[in-house]
């Protein structure tokens, strides 16, 4: 027998959890070329503008232009975009994208206030946030399925002004995305990418409206000139490779779990999949199954590598050990491929998204299922959430005390402020302290 | 007449916006000495662990212990310190914790889902992260009101542990800090500050429990010990200078307003004070009143320095013109002191918190009302929010597929997946298309 794709571990192994240490280690590589170059490019574009704008387009994306408003693409171009795809795609796309504007109309966030007895209310506003920034990478990892996912939780959050930029090398336009952004509701599309791009949507040129948050993935340029604006603009996470994580009873059709891990692995051969299961004798039929079906694969060659770099054939004792390996490594995706999986819900504490049952394959999340699939990776559900419409709407707090309402809280306030010898913080409340205290 | 302490600009002077710009520029400077030290205590921690960290605790706080145990400070010493304090303070301590309390009982979102007429179940599932981590300066910046603020909306969020670091140079414990954690419900206590505190928060060390969130206030050591640890952890922001913005229509005292301002300049030099009034007679008020009071002000100095630097009186043409440079400036403390306040909310866009009425002053907000004095600052209100309960709950998408709603989507996900290429997508959606599609 050839030697196994994927690695084989038993958790009963005394030097098991230094192994899946190991297997889950990722450091992403700053490098101080690309950080010196990006700094370059964000001081050029916040002193120069559209003019230093145009040069990187040209010198980046051999995008000769002259006039700085030839980067917009007009809504009739998106709209044509919409005509000029296969119909049958428009129409799945147009499906998913109202399955996740449902899904996600339901995470809404509503003002709130109460008024208490002496009159005191408090609250909180909720708002959209007035302007965001949608980055669409260029070339092979278009996907128009990002730009549904990343700009429908914005359009339902209420952003009036949602701007795409996306590089256009050579100045070809990718029909997909545009159609994607006319369905989604972008509002404005420029051609523009790279480090430039985030600095000009952070800082604003004489052309691109300066944005309050940027989303959306990019190449290592875009991430680096997303750390370099953290502060001056609002982010989403930088996303490491996409994994999953597979725990199945040994009765789901091997297949069927063979291909899940191979939707995984087809990404990036930096993704990780793994699949954990109490019963050893259905991993031997898993790995069976992935010999079999490999060479079929298109990308074949990207799931072996991704297989047997950084995948995994994991045999545990239980589900409850199952369940354990869950919480410690917080997976992006975590497909419980099991009986009745409702049951394990509440012992589950992280992970970015769970499909549940044999019927349900991330493929499924990935495009139209509703919920979105920008995720944290790298073990980050245990602090993190996935991308949705409270990441576009923001709060203010409310307070209004009535008078006598304010006498009560300024005895406590001067008390504490005398404390922490801050006086002019308790006299400001004192002077509340009686309708009468005008001086 | 002395020259004016405080600026005064008019919004109708044609240079009007470029001043404003230049009152409001804030920009943090970054060192890279410090970058380079706190990147070798990092380092430090994450290879040698405790070892290193007395090391530190010895030769940055005066701190010499042999035994890493010793850091911890037990829940018994916690409690003596509700006795060692003054008992108004304790009772002040404790109202204001339970009104924190009450008003973020408000934040907290419960798990939700739906079913689709197939049977599809969508949702998300919202926990508690299991261990967050609360910075705590030492020193003179050590308020117990920002151990209430920083610490409550974790445990409302249901955090099961809550660690508290905090300097303690030379040994000196803060008994008001340590009854505020006490009552707050802080879990564990830690000696440890500075850089090496938070690297052993976010790589955890022998004594030390790694921890999933880390927040609070901290010097330029420990905000650039927050940046570098950026991703292996989650983080708040990262504070800038504390403002108010006051808009009066110059029917409340102007000793009121005058105190106000100083309650927010007697915090740092670095802090900014600006009122907004339509009256500039009123101004001219204000600034007798800012004169005649400042000299009894234990921190004059201070006051005197912040309100000269980054402090200003503006003139405005209306209350609409108001309203529009609120939103312009997206302040941290927004004070509305005019009459029935609540009419000009829903043109509020941005702010941290907003303080309406004449009687409602900042110092209210900071101590005891009930909302959050975490706040964003520097204008990054336009796309954050105060400090809450949701910043301590994170969420998982919950997707659960009938048989025969898989059949709906997986028709819908095969198109999208084989337009992006992606087929071992496509094939695993296709192998649920019917529940007889086993191989």
Known sequence: MAEALMRRLNSGAADFSVQLDALLAWDSVSNPAVVQTVSEVIAAIKQRGDAALLEYCAAFDRLNINVAAELEIPQSRLLAALDNIDQAQRQALEVAAQRV?????????????????DGTVLGQQIRPMDRVGLYVPGGKA????????????A???????????????????N??????????????VFTIGGAQAVAALAFGTETIPRVDKIVGPGNIY?????????????????????????????????????????????????????????DAAYLDRVEASIERLLADMPRSEIIRKSLSGRGALIDVADMA????????????????????????????????????????????????AGPNHVLPTSGTARFSSPLGVYDFQKRSSLINCSPAGAQNLAQVASVLARGESLVAHAVSAEYRLGVDAKS
Chains 1, 2 share one sequence.
């Not at 359009?155 to 336009?173: D, H, R, W, Y």
């Not at 009986?339 to 549940?356: D, K, N």
Request: hydrophobic content about 40%.
């Open 155 to 173: 359009k339902v959050a209420g952003v009036p002004e949602l701007i795409m930029v996306s590089p256009t090398p050579g100045g070809e336009l």
């Open 142 to 153: 278009t996907y128009p399925s990002s730009v549904l996912m990343n700009a429908i939780p």
């Open 222 to 278: 875009v991430a680096t000139a997303k750390q370099q604006v953290f502060g001056r603009v609002g982010l989403d996470m930088i996303a490491g490779p996409s994994e999953i994580l597979v725990v199945c009873d040994g009765l789901t059709d091997p297949d069927w779990i063979a291909m899940d891990l191979f939707s995984q692995a087809e990404h990036d051969e930096d993704a990780q999949s793994i699949l954990l299961c109490p």
């Open 321 to 368: 050990e199952a369940i354990e390996l869950i919480n410690r490594i917080a997976p992006e995706h975590l497909e419980l491929s099991v009986e009745e999986p409702e049951q394990y819900l509440p012992q589950i504490r992280h992970a970015g998204a769970i499909f549940l049952g044999r019927h349900t394959p991330e493929a499924l999340g990935d495009y139209c």
């Open 175 to 188: 029909e997909m995305v545009l159609a994607a952004a006319a369905i989604a509701g972008v509002d404005r």
């Open 101 to 117: 504007r449902d899904y996600h109309q339901h995470q809404r966030q509503e003002s709130w206030s109460y008024t208490e007895a």
